[in-house]
């Protein structure tokens, strides 16, 4: 496993956590939205106005409301990025990653804005009669090159469909596998459930709700989606208020590290500039998902003749999942202070690093150098060779990073028993088998990092309970939207005949997931992210004039059928050439 997820952070690398990509997601959203005059300002009170019906028609086609189409590209965002991403940003960059997670979302309204707008715009009828949608049509239609020749090259195809490929890969790596991962760890800490068996339950639920289509998603996640929100929102405003005096304290700190880089505090070694900057746009894109291109293919569906109208529906999305919920989560974490503690914690292989010498992180000199560690910028010699452990404790000159933190205590069982004997350790990495394991204090990240901080309020204890049912809400919604985005991939790809195997294979792998390592899955969800991104972003980019006419369009019909309302400021009613 640790092989295989060094392979998969050799890839991301290149990709998902590169610097490249985060440029790419924020410099297209910053384009648009200066091209459009900061849409994410000007049309909010208009978006709140179409989900309520305002700009319906008897006629307008398609399966479900605008409120239905939000429901459900909200159940697709708002999971498990809200509860454990979030803390898993805060654990990598400290507050100054929730700062950038925030600037990711605003500019984020306006990129979804214009992804959701031109999917709706192409969108088409499947073999079922059911509406099919989403970022592959309008590459498919719009983005060939017709060169000078007369010849057409077919990019737009090609482009549809590597982001087809990139929609099924990420249908498991965003929507099923993290969040499934996520409940049953949190369910087993709380209420002390096997996984197995919180994956068996949920995946026979999956299966019977996914089998309905849109229709019974829709109405399934219009249901939980306000419930969800109610919830969690009621556990994280008693930690807040309890912890009254750390709330300006943690306000400040989010933004007084911006461009500092999150300093050293208790467990936490510290995050540079960049590495809180990267993680807080990566963690914020997979909460509200803008760019991704995945919420369009709900928005298809919804019953619009205009498709800017169901663009403006989209915009509202990253302002709830990110701005209001994140900001809540992240300010829950920052003021309970569990995310500088050391807590109790079984160590994972795949976070675990054995150091060559004794390190103690109260010393400021070995604090600093195990900070430049954790942080890539100047590495300690690791371990290489046999590691001696007497009843348990280990009586080697090492050290032991877990968790990005020094861990403490340390113990060594061999099944349940305290281990003696000798194991093989190379390049830090220890070789033993699975049986082996280690327990000791260290940092906690995703969702058990949020869970305990829940348990800092008048609620105690009973708070770990509210984030387990907030989470198994918000993560089994987005698991049963992603299994739309994904069949709906498999239908432009394939055809329906495809659909089937899918939903199969997709229900099996939420089981599987339930149990697998989670580190592993983090670092799959960020390549799928990528992959599904790219494409979308260059597409979307290359019609942003065709975008800029739609929206003079809807203004035009909109003041026609409002002739006594006032339009956004500085919006100029202009005809469609």
Not at 241 to 255: A, G, K, M, T
Not at 412 to 432: D, R
């Amino acid at each position: 496993m640790q092989k295989f997820n060094d392979f998969l952070l050799l890839i991301d690398s290149y990709i998902g956590s590169g610097a490249w990509f985060v440029y790419l997601l924020l410099g297209v959203g910053v384009f648009f939205t200066i091209y459009l005059g900061f849409p994410q300002l000007r049309y909010v009170r208009y978006a709140i106005k179409i989900v309520m019906g305002k700009f319906d028609r008897e006629d307008d086609e398609g399966d479900t409301s605008h409120f239905q189409a939000l429901a459900t590209a909200l159940s697709g965002t708002v999971g498990t990025g809200n509860i454990a991403g979030v803390a898993y940003a805060v654990y990598l960059g400290g507050p100054a990653a929730l700062f950038w997670m925030l600037v990711t979302a605003l500019i984020g309204m306006t990129t979804k804005f214009v992804e959701v707008t031109l999917s709706h715009k192409y969108r088409e009828k499947a073999e079922d009669g059911s509406i099919t949608g989403g970022p592959m049509y309008f590459m498919k239609k719009r983005l060939d090159i017709k060169l000078p020749s007369g010849k057409v090259l077919k990019t737009g195809g090609v482009m549809a469909v590597v982001f087809a490929i990139a929609t099924v890969l990420s249908s498991f790596g965003t929507g099923n596998l993290p969040q499934i991962n996520s409940i049953s760890n949190s369910i087993n800490a709380t209420f002390g459930v096997p996984h197995i068996i919180t994956g068996l339950v949920l995946s026979v639920l999956l299966g019977i709700i996914i089998i309905g289509g849109i229709k019974r998603i829709a109405q399934v996640t219009s249901k939980l989606v306000p419930t969800m929100a109610i919830i969690y929102f009621i556990g994280a405003i008693a930690v807040i208020l309890y912890n009254y005096e750390n709330i300006i304290p943690s306000v400040v700190s989010v933004f007084a590290d911006v461009f500092s880089g999150s300093a050293a505090k208790g467990g936490f070694l510290g995050a540079s500039i960049a590495f809180a900057f990267n993680r807080g746009v990566n963690r914020g894109l997979f909460s509200n998902e803008a760019g991704q291109g995945s919420a369009p293919i709900a928005h298809s569906a919804a019953r619009a003749h205009e498709p800017v109208s169901e663009g403006l529906v989209a915009l509202l999305e990253p302002f709830i999942d990110t701005i209001i919920i994140c900001s809540i989560t992240g300010l829950t974490l920052l003021a309970s202070g569990v995310w500088t503690q050391k807590h109790q914690n079984h160590f994972q292989r795949a976070e675990m690093q054995v150091l060559s010498g004794v390190f103690d992180d109260e010393v400021p000199e070995d604090r600093a150098r195990l900070s430049a560690h954790v942080n890539n910028e100047n590495t300690l010699p690791l371990f290489t060779g046999r590691l001696v452990v007497e009843d348990g404790h280990i009586v080697s000159d090492v050290s032991l990073i877990h968790s990005r933190s020094l861990a403490e205590k340390v113990i060594v069982y061999s099944a349940k028993k305290m281990f003696s004997g000798e194991l093989e350790v190379k390049n830090g990495v220890v070789q033993a088998a699975k049986k082996i394991h280690f327990e000791g204090k260290s940092l906690l990240h995703s969702a058990p990092l949020t869970t305990l901080a829940f348990t800092r309020s008048w609620f105690g204890d009973f708070g770990k309970y509210i984030v387990s049912i907030g989470l198994l809400l918000f993560a089994f919604s987005t698991a049963i939207s992603w299994s739309y985005y994904g069949s709906r991939a498999v239908i432009f790809l394939v055809g329906m005949k495809g659909v089937k195997y899918y939903r199969v294979v997709y229900v099996l792998g939420f089981f599987v997931a339930s149990f697998t390592d989670t580190t592993i899955i983090w670092t799959l969800s960020g390549i799928t992210i990528a992959l599904m991104t790219i494409p979308n972003l260059i597409g979307i980019f290359v019609l942003h004039r065709e975008m800029k006419e739609e929206v003079n369009g809807f203004w035009l019909e909109y003041k026609r059928r409002f002739p006594d309302e006032k339009l956004p400021i500085f919006c100029k009613v202009e005809k469609k050439k």
